[in-house]
Nanobody, 127 residues
Framework: QVLLAESGGGLVQAGGSLRLSCEASGRTFGWYAMGWFRQAPGKEREFVALVSIGGGSTAYADSVKGRFTISRINAKPMVYLQMNSLKPEDTAVYYC????????????????????WGQGTQVTVAS
């Protein structure tokens, strides 16, 4: 099992950038598929970006394609979400998630498929 801790959120003007970090503890981090999800007030949690065990496969929500980039460094172990060209509609609490029992190269799209979550970090984009 891993423990997850997000950081890097904050207030930014529209068009700006932020990089979210997710620090994981646990010796088996390399066997977990990872994801970033977000939840805005009054809305359901949605996936933002996902990465497979080895980092070779990624997936992005249509709303962030071309603007956000997910990456992972298993040796650290860390997962990052680089967010560029931020929009007010990106405002939400962003969560890092990990899934145990993951298959190499597989992407898991549903929040229900992840069994470990961080506490979340607030991202606010001002217009």
């Amino acid at each position: 099992q891993v423990l997850l801790a997000e950081s890097g959120g904050g207030l930014v003007q529209a068009g700006g950038s932020l990089r979210l970090s997710c620090e994981a503890s646990g010796r088996t981090f390399g066997w977990y598929a990872m994801g970033w999800f977000r939840q805005a007030p009054g809305k359901e949690r949605e996936f933002v970006a996902l990465v497979s065990i080895g980092g070779g496969s990624t997936a992005y929500a249509d709303s962030v394609k071309g603007r956000f980039t997910i990456s992972r460094i298993n040796a650290k172990p860390m997962v990052y979400l680089q967010m560029n060209s931020l929009k007010p509609e990106d405002t939400a609490v962003y969560y890092c998630a990990a899934r145990s029992q993951s298959r190499s190269g597989t992407i898991y799209y549903s929040a229900d498929e992840y069994d470990m979550w961080g506490q979340g970090t607030q991202v606010t984009v001002a217009s």
